[in-house]
């Protein structure tokens, strides 16, 4: 998939000081996933439901 043009967004939580933090942009019926702080490394593919099941399941950790 080419995230070339991908417009990514961060958390509204993510703080200004270099905390961890993620990035999402959607494309398509998939969400990606990367590390705010490794832009240009690897990325993760999910559907959106995927997405949702990861988040219910963190929360629950």
């Known amino acids: 998939m080419d ?3 991908a417009q ?3 958390s ?3 703080s200004s000081n270099g905390g961890d933090c993620v ?3 959607r494309i398509d019926n998939t969400v990606a996933v990367r590390d705010s ?4 490394g690897p ?3 999910l559907t959106p439901r995927a997405l949702r099941h990861l ?3 963190l929360k629950d950790a």
């Open 55 to 57: 988040g219910e399941a």
């Open 3 to 5: 995230l070339s043009t």
């Open 8 to 10: 990514w967004r961060k």
């Open 37 to 40: 702080k490794d832009p240009d």
């Open 23 to 25: 990035e999402l942009a």
């Open 12 to 14: 509204s939580r993510s």
């Open 43 to 45: 990325k993760l593919l």
